[in-house]
C-alpha cells in the first residue's frame, strides 16, 4: 500500500507567519512537501525541506493550491496535507493522526474546525455529531474551515480541482460537491474532523484578528456576484442549502466505512 504522505503550505505576503509555520513542521514526517508563494518573494530562504513555487505575479489561493496538489500527485502522494500560513503546528504527529482517522473511518476528508464561529472555542468545541468507530472518534461541525485539510488522493483524481471561475466561494464550492457526491459525501454542514484537533494544530494568535481577507471591503462588494453563480451552479443558494437528516447522515458514513 502506498502510504506516501505530502504537504502543500500556501503563503501570501506574510512572512513572519509563514516562518512560524514552517519552524512548527515535523518535516520528518512528510515524504514531500512544497510550498506555493504566491506573493513577493521572502527574506529569508526555506528550501531546505521543502520544493518552492514562487509566483512573478500575485495569484488567488485557489490557483495555489492547484500548483502544489498537482506537484505531489506528480509525485505520487497518496495522502494530502494542505495549510495556510497562519496556523501552527503543536504536536509531531498530527500527520499520523489524520491519516490514521481516515484509514479507520474511510472518510477521505477531514478538516481542521479552527475559529470559525459556531463550532465553539479551542479545547471545548460544539460539533454537531459526534460518532465513535472501533478505535477513533470523529466529530461533524456546522461550519467549516480549510486553513488545515485532509485529503486522501482519490478525492483529486475523481473530482478534479477547484473550480477557478469562483474567484471568492472557491472553498466552499468544491467541499459542496465533495461531501454531496456519491463517492466521498456524508452532507453538507457535517465537516469532519479528528475530536481531538485542538491537540495538534492552531490558529497563530497573531493572524487571529489581523484578517488580509476583505481589508478593503473589496470582497464583500463581489461575493453577492459569487453568491449567485453558485445559486445558477447549484440550484440554490449557500445559506439554503438542504441539510441531510441524521438518519441519513449515519447511514453514509456506514457506507463510507464499508467502502475505506
Known amino acids: 500500500m502506498n502510504d506516501k504522505c505530502g504537504l502543500v503550505i500556501t503563503t501570501y505576503n506574510t512572512e513572519s507567519w509563514f516562518s512560524q509555520l514552517y519552524n512548527s513542521i515535523p518535516f520528518e514526517e512528510l515524504d514531500e512537501c512544497v510550498v506555493v508563494n504566491g506573493g513577493k518573494p521572502y527574506k529569508k530562504s526555506y528550501t531546505s525541506h521543502t520544493a518552492w513555487i514562487q509566483h ?8 495555489s493550491r492547484i500548483d502544489g496538489i498537482q506537484v505531489l500527485l506528480g ?15 503543536k504536536d509531531l ?5 489524520y491519516m490514521r482517522a481516515s484509514k ?20 471545548n468545541r460544539t460539533p454537531k455529531q459526534k460518532i465513535e468507530y472501533n478505535s477513533d472518534i470523529l466529530s461533524f461541525y456546522g461550519e467549516m ?23 471568492h466561494l472557491w472553498d466552499v464550492e468544491y467541499v459542496y460537491r465533495l461531501l454531496t457526491s456519491e463517492r466521498f459525501g456524508c452532507g453538507f454542514r457535517y465537516f469532519p474532523d479528528v475530536h481531538d484537533s485542538d491537540k ?13 481577507i476583505n481589508t478593503d471591503n473589496t470582497r464583500d462588494k463581489e461575493l453577492s456576484k ?13 445559506q439554503s442549502i ?7 447522515f449515519k447511514s453514509k458514513l456506514k457506507q463510507l466505512y464499508k467502502i475505506k
Open 242 to 248: 438542504p441539510i441531510w437528516s441524521e438518519e441519513r
Open 93 to 97: 504527529d498530527i500527520f499520523q493522526r
Open 145 to 167: 474551515n480549510n486553513e488545515f485539510t485532509y485529503h486522501h488522493s482519490s478525492i483529486f483524481k475523481e473530482m478534479g480541482m477547484y473550480d477557478i471561475s469562483f474567484q
Open 56 to 63: 512573478t505575479n500575485n495569484v488567488h489561493s485557489h490557483q
Open 104 to 123: 479507520e473511518t474511510g472518510i477521505k476528508y477531514l478538516c481542521f474546525c479552527s475559529n470559525a464561529d459556531g463550532n465553539g472555542q479551542p479545547f
Open 200 to 212: 495538534y494544530i492552531m490558529n497563530n494568535p497573531e493572524s487571529i484578528n489581523n484578517s488580509r
Open 226 to 238: 459569487y453568491f449567485q453563480q453558485f445559486h445558477d451552479r447549484h440550484g440554490h443558494h449557500i
Open 75 to 89: 509525485r505520487g502522494c497518496e495522502h494530502i496535507f494542505i495549510v495556510e500560513d497562519d496556523m501552527i503546528i
